[in-house]
């Protein structure tokens, strides 16, 4: 996805996500105290979610959020079918624990840039990316002058659906 972040970097400025931390999204749950997290940790350990494989190749943009970012193309949701369930999965473990979405719908993507500038997203090209995701993590995100400073708290193991 390198070329996709700097890609969009040369289009738009902003702050380019750095490679080694790409990650998408299954549910975003903001901020947290000790017992929360450390109960959330310990649910997870019994969860298991949907994997499969997605093709990355439609770039979009959050503009309210400045944020540039690559995801599946919208037209193909019956081969995503297993993320999507992921994510409806996670929320129903998640909801008895006080937890809810914050967005009305889950568009699943990969964040290239933060305070992105504008331009035309027509402009952003790039290779398709074909991913299949190798595992699921709840992750504490700390902010730092530099960006977000990740820490993995636990791991969701992966079911793979057959194709």
């Avoid at 008895?96 to 402009?123: C, D, I, K, M, Q």
Wanted: charged fraction near 15%.
């Amino acid at each position: 996805m390198a070329p996709w972040v700097q890609s969009a970097h040369a289009l738009y400025g902003g702050r380019m996500m750095r490679t080694d931390t790409l990650h998408m999204t299954l549910a975003f749950l903001g901020q947290a105290d000790e017992a929360a997290t450390q109960h959330l940790v310990a649910a997870c350990q019994e969860w298991t979610l949907p994997s499969g494989s997605m093709v990355l190749r439609e770039p979009g943009r959050f503009l309210n959020a400045k944020v540039v970012w690559l995801g599946p193309a919208a037209a193909e949701p019956a081969s995503l079918e297993w993320l999507y369930r992921a994510n409806e999965q996670l929320w129903a473990q998640l909801a008895p624990l006080g937890w809810s979405p914050r967005e009305t719908a889950f568009r699943p993507h990969v964040s290239l840039l933060r305070n992105a500038g504008p331009g035309p997203l027509e402009a952003l090209q790039g290779p398709t990316v074909h991913w299949t995701p190798k595992r699921c993590v709840l992750v504490g995100s700390r902010p730092t002058q530099a960006g977000s400073r990740y820490t993995v708290l636990a791991e969701i193991p992966l079911a793979n659906e057959p194709h």
